[in-house]
């Protein structure tokens, strides 16, 4: 699904095949999940193969490196230029790309005074697919913000959203919502979230998310296009009380919600401005977006 016997990726700065590829049995990484990665779209645009939002992807990496306390010599416009490079050695135009940074062999429990490199790419469709999705309120809560730097995206914490992902799985739904500590609404395993209630949009603050890229790209339009959207704290209860609801992430890029729970969002999916985003949200990564501003009533 992800490679085959002519596939590439890049390694600490060198194109190999990845099936002769190979990692450390001993990596502090594998052994307790101290990693950073990012998940980047590249789409193919009238003017060539574009990697979107780009820098903003690899700036959160090498955040995700300074907090975690990993040595990584690699500034942006360089990892930009990999990718660009590995996209072009895997003959992809749409693309999901993979950049990690990896520890070495290490069973103590500080930083290694080095890392590896590894940026891989592979076609993938939309996380959620093209359809509405059933969504549950999972058991599990997002993790304390002074346990863990949360806007970090670090290997271990997903085990998190694999917990949340799993429990949905097996109660039938497509997707897991996650509270905060507070019991407030957080986001999804791997998506953020916003809400829709008379036409205006509502998204959980900073704080207790990771506060994504497509989310800030998803306000940003709101902004051009004078749709009113606020960022506050709101529950469960106020959710299912939203006329719509949808998800934003690289993965997912933005899908509607059918249900939470058991119950029914019931705002028609086409009338209503989670479309309108989606919609919108493809012309910008394709380039083909008309920006203009107007004033929201």
């Excluded at 959160?60 to 490196?65: D, K, V, Y």
């Excluded at 930083?111 to 996380?127: F, H, N, V």
């Amino acid at each position: 699904m992800y490679y085959n016997e002519n596939s590439f990726i890049c390694l600490n700065g060198k194109f190999v095949k990845a099936n002769d590829s190979h990692g450390s049995l001993y990596s502090q990484t594998l052994h307790y999940g101290n990693g950073v990665f990012e998940g980047i779209r590249s789409y193919k645009t009238d003017a060539g193969t574009k990697i979107f939002r780009a820098e903003e992807h690899y700036q959160r990496l090498l955040f995700g490196a300074d907090v975690m306390s990993i040595p990584f010599e690699y500034n942006t416009t360089a990892l930009i230029d990999l990718s660009y490079k590995l996209l072009e050695l895997n003959n992809l135009t749409d693309a999901y790309i993979r950049p990690i940074i990896t520890t070495p062999p290490s069973m103590g429990l500080l930083t290694p005074d080095r890392s590896d490199l590894i940026i891989q790419c592979w076609y993938w469709d939309k996380l959620m697919g093209d359809g509405l999705v059933k969504v549950m309120t999972s058991s599990y809560q997002r993790p304390n913000p002074k346990s863990c730097v949360v806007e970090a995206k670090v290997t271990g914490h997903y085990v998190n959203s694999i917990l949340a992902k799993n429990e949905a799985k097996k109660a039938g739904f497509k997707e897991a919502l996650l509270l905060d500590m507070n019991g407030n609404v957080a986001e999804c395993s791997g998506a953020n979230i916003f809400m829709e209630k008379d036409g205006v949009l509502y998204t959980p603050p900073k704080g207790h998310i990771m506060a994504g890229i497509t989310r800030s790209v998803v306000m940003e339009i709101c902004k051009d296009e004078g749709i009113q959207v606020e960022e506050r704290f709101f529950n469960l209860e106020e959710l299912k009380r939203a006329d719509s609801a949808f998800v934003t992430g690289t993965a997912a890029e933005v899908a509607g919600l059918a249900s939470l729970d058991d119950y029914n969002f019931p705002l028609n999916w086409t009338d209503s401005l989670g479309k309108r985003l989606s919609d919108l949200y493809q012309l910008e990564v394709l380039g083909k977006r008309s920006k203009h501003v107007s004033k929201v009533l």
